[in-house]
């Protein structure tokens, strides 16, 4: 009997330490889940920060400045881009102009007109009047070879101050040499279309753009596309440059040289 009582109180220890050893068991799983709980809610507002770290949002903003400034760029650009009419009447002299003659008049020499030749690099002007040189000597026609940049002079007319017809003399080309419609057109990258009217019975487009703070408006003939009048406003000064009786592509190469007079003059009383 007392055996059997031994045996009890040891089963009853074993019972006992299994209990203990379940408890703990479940204790310590109870730690654990508790501790991946609490990992993963440390963790967890740490991923959106890892996927979205400083420098990929820096990027999109440099990029997205690049781009913006690229954008406003373009935008600049293209507002001063002229319309595909402007840029065609421009073009068109180089197109339809081989040579030109015309009356020009400048705040200069207002209201004098003296008459132009030109074809290619070479220029005659048709002075309106007498010009003195030096002494007694008289030129009223100037020759211009842009190409050599030489200019000589003439006194072609029948009057007594034209001693010797054919007697050239060298003339400074700075002194004659004027912008031609063509020069008013050369390097314009932008221009506006403000209006229309008739010059001469020729349609004419007016055309204004800024050159070195100047406001510049040119009527330009629609079917050639040279200029037939300029004027430049700086503040209150308005100077204008006018073409008159101008015609195209009928300059002749002889009209550009002296012609050589058989007899000369000869004049014994003013003619003129």
């Known amino acids: 009997m007392r055996h059997n009582k031994m045996c009890h109180n040891k089963r009853n220890t074993l019972n006992r330490a299994f209990l203990v050893g379940l408890v703990l068991f479940f204790l310590l799983a109870v730690v654990v889940l508790a501790g991946c709980q609490r990992q993963e809610l440390v963790q967890s507002p740490s ?3 890892a996927k979205t770290p400083p420098k990929a949002v820096s990027a999109p903003t440099e990029e997205s400045s690049a781009m913006a400034s690229k954008v406003s760029t ?5 507002t001063r881009t002229p319309t595909k009419r402007v840029r065609d009447l421009l073009a068109k002299q180089g197109l339809k102009v081989k040579s030109m003659i015309f009356m020009y008049q400048d705040p200069q020499n207002k209201p004098e007109k003296d008459r132009y030749f030109i074809k290619g690099e070479k220029m005659k002007i048709a002075l309106a009047q007498l010009d003195h040189i030096t ?4 030129v009223n026609t100037i020759y211009l070879d842009l190409s050599t940049q030489e200019a000589v002079g003439y006194c072609e007319a029948k009057m007594y101050r034209c001693k010797d017809p054919n007697k050239p003399f060298p003339v400074p080309l700075s002194k004659y ?4 419609p063509v020069d008013w057109i050369t390097g ?3 221009a506006e279309e403000i209006g229309s009217e008739t010059i001469d019975n020729r349609g004419v487009t007016i055309l204004q753009f800024e050159d070195d703070g100047s406001t510049v408006k040119m009527w330009l003939d629609v079917f050639f596309g040279v200029p037939l009048k300029i004027q430049v406003a700086n503040g209150t000064i308005v100077d204008e440059y006018i073409f008159e009786d101008i015609s195209f592509n009928s300059v002749t190469d002889d009209q550009l040289v002296h012609k050589t007079f058989e007899n000369g003059y000869a004049v ?5």
């Open 47 to 49: 991923v959106p920060v």
């Open 74 to 78: 373009l935008s600049q650009g293209e």
């Open 135 to 138: 002494d007694n000597i008289y």
């Open 177 to 180: 040499e004027r912008k031609t």
């Open 188 to 190: 314009i990258t932008y």
């Open 268 to 272: 014994s009383k003013i003619d003129g």
